[in-house]
């Protein structure tokens, strides 16, 4: 896939059994996402399935390594939604920048392969369009109790 993500995004979401879920409500005083410029910034999903967290707890303690994968990959499509309903998929040129937060238990390192459950969602919906600069850290606590966070940003025609 090349150039603005468009009608193939939502093909490809369709070919992966995956629908976008409804915009996670905020939490507190923020909006989902908002546009400046040439950029939509994601403010941090969850991964909130309607409205309920699948696991809570530290990855490495009460959540596996594998159910934090899952729960980021919620987070990306959470994401997806958020654009979505601002500008629309069909106006994505490019993901810019991935940021993941990781609810860590002490001694667990595994951060990274923790986020590549939303960078491989990205890749897998936009192919090229999805390839992006990340950061993943381990942090104490999340909102909820949530294992995993994921913000997004992303430039939009």
């Not at 629908?19 to 999903?45: C, D, E, F, N």
């Amino acid at each position: 896939m090349t150039g603005v993500g468009g009608a193939d995004a939502y093909a490809r979401l369709a070919e992966m059994g995956l629908t976008l879920p409804q915009v996670v409500p905020p939490l507190a005083a923020y909006v989902p996402a908002v546009q400046s410029g040439s950029y939509v910034y994601v403010s941090g999903q969850l991964p909130l399935v309607d409205g309920k967290l699948p696991y809570t707890g530290k990855v490495g303690a009460e959540v596996s390594p594998e159910q934090a994968v899952e729960s980021a990959r919620i987070c990306g499509l959470n994401a997806l939604a958020a654009i979505d309903a601002l500008v629309g998929l069909g106006q994505l040129v490019k993901i810019v920048k991935v940021t993941g937060f990781v609810a860590s238990a002490p001694g667990f390192t595994g951060q990274p392969a923790v986020i590549n459950g939303a960078s491989d969602l990205f890749g897998e919906v936009l192919g090229e369009l999805g390839r992006h600069a990340r950061s993943a850290v381990g942090v104490s606590e999340l909102p909820l109790g949530a294992p995993v966070e994921v913000e997004v940003i992303a430039e939009v025609a």
